[in-house]
């Protein structure tokens, strides 16, 4: 006669991995935990590098945000006098801080590319310093922002597929363990 706890290994071990699977919830279905993913894309952004400085420019619709560090370490660069040039318009600056600096644009830049060059001055002599910022209309449009985008269709499917692969070793793994012999016990 079998024991009922012959059943208990397998059992526990579906239940173990039942849990350690992750679970994803659909759109309605979640508790607020997680943010949601934004619709909208990154800033533009462009970076300028010299062998002593990077500067980096991050576009928020008119205004830009200017970060200048120095390339050894990243630290960034106090008391520097910093003139940009954005297409072909020299911008007034704002100092913000050790190394940051905004300007507002009068519009914001057109689609394409445009030249971005900065002078720096910070101890010794001055250093040029040119990037391009790279603006393109965003082309996937609000498919981004879909729960059921292609990476989360194909991770469920993984999952699925593992969890399918996990259920046939444990019916397996159950399967040898009730028929194999067990000591004292006669075939």
Do not use: C
Not at 36 to 51: I, K, L, M
Not at 108 to 114: F, N, Y
Not at 123 to 148: K, N, Q, R, T, V
């Amino acid at each position: 006669m079998r024991h009922p706890r012959h059943f208990s290994r397998p059992a526990a071990a579906l239940l173990a991995a039942s849990l350690a699977l992750p679970v994803a919830a659909g759109p309605g279905h979640d508790h607020g935990d997680a943010p949601q993913p934004s619709s909208a894309s990154a800033s533009p952004r462009f970076e300028a590098v010299s062998d002593a400085f990077e500067l980096v420019g991050i576009l928020d619709g008119k205004r830009l945000t200017l970060y200048l560090d120095r390339a050894d370490d990243n630290s960034p660069v106090a008391n520097a006098k910093l003139e940009v040039e954005f297409g072909s318009v020299k911008l007034q600056l704002t100092e913000k801080g050790d190394g940051v600096f905004e300007a507002e644009l009068n519009e914001p830049p057109a689609s394409g590319v445009t030249p971005v060059t900065a002078v720096v001055a910070a101890g010794g002599e001055p250093d040029l310093l040119a990037g391009e910022l790279d603006i393109h209309e965003d082309e996937s449009g609000h498919e981004a922002s879909s729960f059921w985008s292609i990476r989360s269709i194909v991770s469920a499917a993984g999952l699925g597929a593992g969890a399918v692969a996990l259920l046939a070793a444990l019916g397996w793994a159950a399967r040898r363990a009730l028929a194999a012999p067990r000591a004292g016990e006669a075939r």
